[in-house]
Nanobody, 127 residues
Framework: QVTLVESGGGSVQPGGSLRLSCEFSGAFAGTICLAWFRQPPGKEREGVASVNPSVGRTHYVPSVLGRFTISGDYAKNTVYLEMNNVKPEDSALYYC????????????????????WGQGAQVTVSA
């Protein structure tokens, strides 16, 4: 069982920056995939970025590539999502998620495999 707690959400103007944090417990970073998802109002949840901490491999969906960065301080059991040049369409409830590397043969960039979820952090982008 992996427990995840997000923080750092809030309001930001278009073109601005925001960093989300997710502290996880119950597993070592080298044994899990970690990802960030988001759910805009009235829409389905979608994966936006993932990381395999054991090899450092990251993945981004096209809509955030070049603007968002997923990284981790695994000594602190924390994964981050740095959001730059944000747009109104980035407004959503952002979730941190994890899955054991041994639970699935799929890569961490397969956003359908995630099993453990945080409670979400709201990000609102508006002028």
């Amino acid at each position: 069982q992996v427990t995840l707690v997000e923080s750092g959400g809030g309001s930001v103007q278009p073109g601005g920056s925001l960093r989300l944090s997710c502290e996880f417990s119950g597993a070592f970073a080298g044994t899990i995939c970690l990802a960030w998802f988001r759910q805009p109002p009235g829409k389905e949840r979608e994966g936006v970025a993932s990381v395999n901490p054991s090899v450092g491999r990251t993945h981004y969906v096209p809509s955030v590539l070049g603007r968002f960065t997923i990284s981790g301080d695994y000594a602190k059991n924390t994964v981050y999502l740095e959001m730059n040049n944000v747009k109104p369409e980035d407004s959503a409830l952002y979730y941190c998620a994890a899955v054991s590397l041994w639970a699935s043969r799929s890569p961490c960039s397969d956003y359908g495999i995630y099993q453990f979820w945080g409670q979400g952090a709201q990000v609102t982008v508006s002028a």
